[in-house]
């Protein structure tokens, strides 16, 4: 994912001391990511199992399973089912764990929700890669679409994923 290109948001960033790198969850609605790298020079970053034509530029592909990491307060998981290539990017200091579409909350309810019609691999893919999720310290989710979820602890966030985790064995 990618943020619409917006002049208002490119000043913001810039303000803020700019980017060094532009990290794109997965292949889908990345139109902007060209416009983005060449104004602000920052590198880019997709998974391997994501490059298509649109993608083929990126600088920085990420190959393998992972995890990749980006100084002490960032780590890459790769997340695949939601496409080949998701990656979820965990923030530490915040606890924050940025997911593309691999997994949110739905509108109508506080359990977790993988938006299966959407996904291009299997079922069991995916909850593998939720099942990495319960190795990693954070509390938020904050997903590309859908609602972001904070937990109360990583007990919490635990417990969510193996309530998702029964659910798809029922
Ligand atoms: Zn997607």
Redesign the pocket.
Known sequence: ?SPRYTPRLVDKIEKLGGARYMFLT????VADHRKWAERLKCERIIHSGDVVDITADVEWKLTGSGPWNIGSDFELIHTPG??EG?VCLLYKPLKALFT??HVAKSEYSDELNLFRM?SKQSVNLQLDSMRKLLDLDFEWYLP?HGYRIRYEDVQAKNAAIESLLANYKN
């Open positions: 994912l997965h292949i889908d609605d939601h496409t998701s593309g579409d959407y590309g």
